[in-house]
């Protein structure tokens, strides 16, 4: 309801008029005053029941505009991450207003309470979890709330409940200030399990969120010697984690029943600062059954090793990304057994739309038709699926960068828009079928040439003196040498490349 237009009721995709009368301020007053008490936030509720309203004021302090958003408490929202919570770990969960993060958060808090029989306390900030009034809802089970007097007093009270009521768990929802990652440390330190949510749309998201980027280990600028940086082939300078992340596991929500699992979040930040690109472990509820879709892709390096496999992104380069932890589920086992899909034989990729913001746009157009990558170069942020820039245009923060990072478009960054760097990003996208192809054409290659290798030795011990071989690579002419060693005949390589070939004759006597 808003001052001076007509009342209407928003869903998911439309909006309804309600009435054709216009709001007046009677009609404000009137709300108001049948709410409970609105607190700094300027949220109030209404008492055993889950619904949220805030108010819209003027610079006066008198309200000219209310939301009521309707709160329910739906039974099996947490089925999809209960095996990961049964486990004790900390969990975040992430996802853009209005996806349901406090929901499942309201039915993790119950599962823990009543099935699991931990104590549980939850720091019910605007009354959202537990309903407004002293008398929580029942959808909590037997969680015990703590409410908050104020918002800048969340970390006080996140501190005050580990240290006067000993839970086993704390459920926090919407973490969001400094404080309050620093408050989660703690608490995590002391070996309480913290299960809470942040504003954010993915892992990449927190990482480079100064403020809420303690959560997942934070950030530091490190300077390395030149041995070590020549060992990890990257510039001296680099980014690397602050300290063990608090949370173990992050639940990326992308809709009410698909999430996003990064496990080993600490592993996974280390990935994305070397410049990897990392995919989660996606998980849907099909048929009343939690399904994995997607198996979180492997990390291609460990937490102080240099990458091992896997093609090196240019330094700077992020992505959202998790892997799958190795460490074993708790003792208590997980009451949802999660089935896993068959792999489906790899079809035509997906083509990802590029906007290029600073980045020669010729060039990466080039770079893709030459390597027949599945990306498309699109005119406006709008059409894209990802926002390509440089690190110097990053940095400076312009308008088109801050509109893309609000509306949740992963941002990649480059160090520079050189032609190397830009070939090095669109080689990411090749499909792994085609990689797997030219696995099979090379060795094909090697076979041929090798058996065209022997045949050639049998016809010099026949009598022939000198057979000229096919031009081959480099590694393979050296197969062929040793074939020619095997048969005691000589060998030598002749021509330029890629012309270079090997030679083999009969030995002078």
Request: proline share 6%.
């Amino acid at each position: 309801m808003d001052l001076g237009r007509t009342p209407e009721a928003r869903f998911p995709g439309e909006a309804l008029r309600l009435s054709d009368q216009e709001v007046t301020d009677a009609d404000l007053q009137w709300v108001v005053e049948r709410v409970g008490e609105f607190g700094d936030d300027n949220r109030a509720g209404i008492e055993r029941t889950l619904h949220r309203i805030s108010v819209i004021r003027n610079r006066g302090g008198r309200p000219v505009g209310v939301t009521c958003r309707v709160g329910r408490a739906v039974f099996g929202t947490g089925k999809i991450i209960d095996d990961l919570v049964r486990t004790g770990q900390s969990v975040l969960l992430l996802g853009r207003p209005g996806v349901g993060k406090t929901t499942m958060l309201r039915e993790v808090a119950r599962v823990l309470a009543d099935e699991v029989g931990k104590r549980v306390v939850i720091v019910d900030t605007s009354n959202e979890i537990a309903g407004d009034g002293d008398v929580p809802h029942p959808a909590i089970g037997r969680a015990r709330r703590m409410q908050v007097p104020s918002t800048p007093q969340q970390h006080q009270v996140m501190i005050e409940a580990v240290e006067n009521h000993m839970p086993e768990a704390v459920i926090i929802d919407e973490m969001s200030t400094e404080a309050e990652s620093m408050a989660a440390r703690t608490i995590a330190e002391r070996g309480v399990q913290l299960i809470a949510t942040a504003h954010g749309n993915t892992l990449s998201n927190l990482v480079s969120n100064p403020t809420l980027s303690d959560l997942v280990g934070g950030t530091q600028t490190v300077t390395l010697g030149d041995i070590e940086a020549r060992r990890r082939r990257t510039q001296k300078t680099v980014l690397e984690r602050k300290h063990k992340p608090t949370f173990e596991v992050v639940v990326e929500i992308q809709g009410f029943d698909r999430v996003g699992v990064h496990r080993d979040v600490g592993a996974v930040v280390d990935t994305m600062l070397r410049g990897y690109l990392v995919e989660p472990e996606v998980r849907a509820i099909e048929n009343d059954e939690v399904r994995v879709m997607q198996n979180a892709s492997r990390l291609g390096s460990s937490v102080s090793g240099v990458p091992q496999d896997g093609p090196k992104l240019p330094a700077g380069l992020l992505s959202l990304g998790s892997q799958r932890s190795q460490g074993s589920r708790g003792d208590e086992a997980a009451a949802v057994e999660v089935a896993r899909e068959p792999e489906p034989e790899p079809e035509s990729p997906r083509v990802t739309a590029v906007y290029a913001f600073g980045v020669p746009r010729t060039n990466l157009q080039e770079a893709v038709n030459r390597l027949s990558a599945p990306v498309d170069v699109v005119d406006t942020p709008e059409e894209a699926d990802m926002f390509l820039t440089t690190k110097s245009h990053y940095s400076r923060r312009p308008t088109a960068v801050r509109e893309a990072e609000a509306q949740g478009l992963p941002v990649y960054v480059l160090r520079k828009g050189s032609g190397e760097q830009i070939k090095q990003f669109v080689e990411r996208f090749e499909p792994k079928k085609r990689v797997e192809t030219q696995g099979r054409r090379t060795s094909n290659v090697v076979r041929s040439a090798l058996t065209e290798a022997e045949e050639a030795s049998q016809r010099v011990l026949a009598g022939e003196e000198r057979i000229d071989l096919n031009p081959q690579p480099s590694f393979i002419r050296r197969l062929q040498h040793g074939v020619g060693g095997r048969y005691n005949i000589g060998s030598s390589s002749t021509g330029q490349d890629p012309y270079r070939h090997v030679v083999l004759r009969r030995r002078r006597r």
